[in-house]
């Protein structure tokens, strides 16, 4: 299994990102999705996970400004980050969990893509 995420770079605050994660064929259908992010000298946190049916679960400080979706026809998880915050500055990193609950615990999470980094300027 192979998760590739895709997205990041530098943005001003208040600006938007959209970041990707495309896993290998027939990877993401059946798999609960998230996205974890890991600032320098913190650890990684939880920021948003998706059912395989699309229902979305997100951390209490990206609520209303971060937006997880799915296209499961092309085996891909969407994280939409608006409003973004100086705070929001880390590496982020897709995962997928082979259960059909979602889970704010990243060592529930079975298989890791690279990381993609994030950095909001103030």
């Known amino acids: 299994v192979q998760l590739q995420a895709s997205g990041g770079g530098l943005v001003q605050a208040g600006g938007s990102l959209r970041l990707s994660c495309a896993g290998s064929?027939?990877?993401?259908?059946?798999?609960?999705m998230g996205w974890f992010r890991q600032a320098p000298g913190k650890e990684r946190e939880f920021v948003a996970a998706?059912?395989?049916?699309?229902?979305?679960l997100y951390e209490d400080s990206v609520k209303g400004r971060f937006t997880i979706s799915r296209d499961n026809t092309q085996n891909t998880v969407y994280l939409q980050m608006n409003s973004l915050q100086p705070e929001d500055t880390a590496v982020y990193y897709c995962?997928?969990?082979?259960?059909?609950?979602?889970?704010?615990?990243?060592?529930?999470?079975?298989?890791w893509g690279q990381g993609t980094l994030v950095t909001v300027s103030s």
């Open positions: 998706i059912s395989w049916g699309g229902v979305g």
């Open positions: 995962a997928a969990r082979a259960s059909w609950a979602r889970s704010r615990t990243w060592s529930a999470y079975n298989y």
């Open positions: 064929r027939g990877t993401l259908s059946r798999d609960v």
